[in-house]
């Protein structure tokens, strides 16, 4: 009996010890940059070559949350080696034919966010009763299409999504909103379990009260 009540006792014990390995959480804004490197590389994947023309994109991108996806855009462009040019900025040619000069302006590159956001899928229960945290998931769907300015028409047009889950811990919360751009997603509500946390607490109270008389008798 006495080693039942000690056992009862370690449980508990290591119940509400919290781990030594507790990951740092990131906040929304990082994950969302973590997801739009994942979209850029998916998108820019089988892009055809400009023949050193280069591309002319337009900043910010509608749709894009915190501007992290033209950000990574830009970065991806120009490590494959293709010179990037800004939308408003001048391209200069040394040459007076008009011809000429038209064949070698940039492809135009248009951007679009079709969706970019942070929320909370559910909830993480923690035994026996409360909630440990919450399962989050970040999530970007792009499109981009290459227009040849010289003729008007399409060269290439792509369209990708890519999404990353982690855990937060109810604790913390308010730091994985800190810094995000107002990023800050309701979490799920529970109901119907109050009820049944009692009732385990209850039990669970009982069993020890139980346990500690049991072992004094």
């Known amino acids: 009996m006495r080693f039942r009540y000690r056992l009862a006792l370690a449980l508990v014990a290591l119940l509400a010890t919290p781990s030594a390995a507790t990951a740092v959480t990131k906040t929304h804004g990082m994950m969302l940059d973590s997801v739009a490197t994942q979209v850029v590389a998916d998108l820019l994947r089988d892009a055809p070559s400009t023949g050193g023309r ?4 337009t900043v910010p991108v509608r749709g894009d949350t915190l501007g992290v996806f033209a950000q990574r855009l830009v970065e ?34 248009g951007i679009r966010v ?4 942070v929320s909370y899928l559910r909830r993480i229960r ?5 909630v440990k945290g919450y399962e ?3 999530a970007i769907r792009a499109s981009v299409t290459m227009v040849d300015p010289s003729t ?3 060269a290439w047009a792509k369209s990708a ?13 308010t730091s ?34 139980v346990l500690f008389y049991s072992n004094r008798t």
């Open 126 to 130: 923690s035994f026996p009763f409360g």
């Open 161 to 173: 999504s890519g999404s990353a889950v982690d855990f937060v811990r109810k604790r913390d919360l």
């Open 152 to 154: 008007g028409e399409v």
């Open 54 to 57: 280069g591309v002319r994109v």
């Open 76 to 109: 991806r462009l120009r490590a494959q080696g293709v010179p990037v040019h800004l939308a408003g900025s001048a391209a200069k040619f040394d040459t007076v034919d008009a011809a000429e000069a038209a064949a070698r302006r940039p492809y135009e590159m």
């Open 114 to 117: 079709d969706g970019s956001g």
């Open 176 to 209: 994985a909103a800190a810094g995000s751009g107002g990023l800050n997603p309701p979490v799920p509500q529970g109901g119907g379990f109050r009820l049944l946390e009692s009732m385990i607490v209850l039990g669970v109270v009982s069993g020890l009260v």
């Open 136 to 138: 989050r998931m970040a």
